[in-house]
């Protein structure tokens, strides 16, 4: 309503007021740490912190203008994963595919295993509601979990998308997104005291990598075609919108067929990378995902509640000691995924460093722990932390490990 | 949640595919009225149609997802209007200032006059619940509307934006957007039985002229200097961001100012034509509108119900006859607009026609009306539709009279 400026439950002037701010925010503080020799997304992160509940407020926190947050920084996070699948080579992709797959499984297997140790065998707080195994499972699986978003933005970020490293990094976190939804799946079972059977989940894994093998096969023989079509169509800027119309649909499937949305709009930019129109595609896209990616880093920014870090009451050091361990489990466990791949000769540290931010995807294991009462608040706080923590080292460490010389072998 | 895929209350992926559904038709039907020589703008209205609930019923009516492709929709026409804005010569805009604001005033008057005259003299069926007189200016003010938005699009995808007629239209239409929101403000004031002083209405007036005066002053001093800045800074695609924080920030100002969103969005716009990166811009920008007014067109086609052409029973025979009359004072009233500014030599007759869409902001003051009380759901009914065929046949028409050869003296 253009002349009403004003709908239903909904202040759109503000809204849009809301989201300038973010932007702003986002790009002043991308700049910033830019200029101190960061990656951009590390400021666009911050800014989320500034603009978040626990200091400005300035992003919604629920409500309706939350849920519209939330569903563009969704949108953002698809358009990032569409363009850095646009960007991939495919055969590259499998010629790493052994290697990504071994990294992604001990980045799953040995964070897992650290995670359910740490509960059963260490001295800790309460733990919710329910049993100590049941929150030892939920523990080991928020470990496993990797933000293919927040990598693949660091590694864009620092120009390094076309190294071995990256390629093995991207391959083993989307790896790690298809596996997390099968751990989602399981641990969501197990909060809800559900029997999970060995067939459920071989069925939840067989529908997700189905479907990624069944999208990118079919849509890699029948993209070219369409798309050849499509750029000889005389409507404007046919070719941008119908690749994310694309991009959009493929996601829903995906989403629809129980796999994960991001994987989804990762495979549409892996079929369209074969198109005869990619680098058009990829050229228009671009500014269409860099108004909306910065919402999801802000967003992800902004879930950070820094009351967390004071430590003024002996509960509060408590949580912080808890997160201290897990933090130093959660980086022990990614880092060592580097050298899960002994035949490759590849940067293992700068691998390993890679997939350790937990990002969103750990804010979504957590939220569901917390809500589900598995975790106690204590325990969920801690967990916060290791998330904001893993999320945050990983952007500066990459980048001084790319920009060292050689410490390692490399092929 | 990338992950999930489903938040709360809303179904994100499910939300993608309806997307991903109304740019597939959109082109689709765009490129369909391409083909058949109508501009693209129709056919994206003619695919609302299609998929709004009289039809298909794929884009959502009610609840979570309406409103989010309501804001989707508003981001769309902003993009667009401050697109228009870029590439608008502000000069030349204030060469034909007298005749657009002669054009906006009979383009108002006239249909007004029609309006109240045809309510309080003509024979009709009910009124709805509040007096004839209040009525009669509810249907007065909604045949005053213009859709800048619908009528801008027509004349871009004519290739016509660069003619002086156009920029009559443009400049007419921005004048009626910032007249009919102090209508909007009587208007309501009446339907809710308040008193409306003079000194109300010149405040909402002085207060949307203002405005818009003010940021255009001040914008086009600062705004050149300020992206002289932007432009240096490391981070990428900073000048779309930058642009697009900048038009989603004066239009919510407008918009918190008591004026319209898209009044703002115009005149940031013309405050960043100025810059000496508006080239740079304007090609950024682009794409982005491009994915979203679509969203816009195919919203405002979706609202049209097609159940009111069926002609079954008697009330509903009325409403067509009644219809029938409003659309031809609808027409006849802002075509008379083209004759407005004697002094100058346009061409009168698509200056007029340029003006008969009412669009979205005939919707507004149509639903208000109907929610008020003050129209019947007949009466409802008949200003539905002439909002509806005024919307439709602009395009077509405006496309054969720019063909046609001169018929009258132009300068």
Redesign the interface.
């Known amino acids: 309503?253009?002349?009403?400026?004003?709908?239903?439950?909904?202040d759109?002037?503000?809204?849009?007021?809301v989201?300038?701010a973010i932007?702003?925010a986002?790009?002043a503080f991308?700049?910033l740490a830019?200029?101190i020799g960061q990656p951009?997304v590390l400021g666009e992160l911050l800014a989320g912190v500034l603009l978040g509940g626990s200091v400005l407020g300035i992003v919604p926190a629920d409500g309706?203008e939350a849920?519209?947050i939330?569903?563009l920084a969704?949108?953002g996070?698809?358009l990032l994963l569409f363009e850095i699948g646009l960007e991939t080579d495919l055969k590259e992709m499998f010629r790493v595919g052994p290697a990504a797959l071994a990294v992604a499984m001990v980045g799953i297997v040995v964070p897992f295993a650290f995670g359910v140790s740490f509960w059963l065998f260490a001295p800790h707080a309460s733990s919710g509601s329910g049993d100590p195994v049941t929150a030892a499972i939920f523990i080991g699986a928020t470990l496993t979990a990797t933000s293919v978003?927040i990598t693949a933005r660091v590694l864009s970020d620092l120009g390094r998308m076309n190294t071995p490293e990256a390629r093995i990094i991207i391959g083993a976190a989307v790896i790690d997104?298809v596996l997390?939804?099968v751990i989602?799946s399981v641990v969501s079972g197990v909060a809800a005291g559900a029997v999970v059977s060995f067939l459920g989940i071989m069925r939840t894994l067989g529908v997700a990598v189905g479907f990624l093998v069944v999208a990118v096969v079919v849509g890699r023989f029948l993209a070219p075609r369409l798309f050849d079509v499509i750029v000889r169509?005389?409507?404007?800027?046919?070719l941008?919108?119908?690749s994310?119309?694309?991009a959009?649909?493929l996601?829903?499937?995906?989403?629809?067929a129980g796999s994960?949305?991001?994987i989804g709009a990762f495979a549409a930019g892996l079929i369209l990378s074969g198109t005869n129109q990619f680098d058009t595609i990829e050229h228009?896209?671009?500014?269409?995902a860099?108004?909306f990616a910065?919402i999801f880093f802000v967003s992800v920014g902004s879930s950070v509640n820094l009351a967390l870090l004071n430590p003024s009451t002996p509960a509060a050091r408590a949580t912080l000691v808890m997160a201290g361990a897990l933090i130093l489990l959660a980086v022990i466990g990614k880092v060592a995924a580097g050298w899960a791949a002994p035949w490759t000769g590849f940067r293992r540290l700068i691998v390993g460093v890679g997939m350790v931010p937990r990002g969103?995807?750990g804010l979504?294991f957590a939220e569901i722990g917390r809500r589900s009462g598995v975790l106690g608040d204590d325990v969920f706080g801690a967990v916060l932390l290791m998330v904001m923590v893993t999320t945050f080292i990983a952007p500066p460490t990459l980048k001084a490990l790319f920009a060292t010389p050689l410490l390692e072998e490399r092929a």
Chains 1, 2 share one sequence.
């Open positions: 309503m253009p002349l009403a400026g004003a709908a239903e439950g909904l759109v002037a503000r809204f849009f007021l989201l300038a932007l702003v986002a790009k991308g700049e830019e200029r951009a309706m849920e519209l939330h569903v969704e949108l996070v698809l978003g997104d997390g939804l989602l169509m005389r409507v404007r800027y046919v941008v919108v119908a994310i119309a694309f959009l649909g996601a829903a499937v995906a989403g629809l994960a949305l991001i228009e896209v671009r500014p269409v860099s108004i910065p969103e995807v979504i």
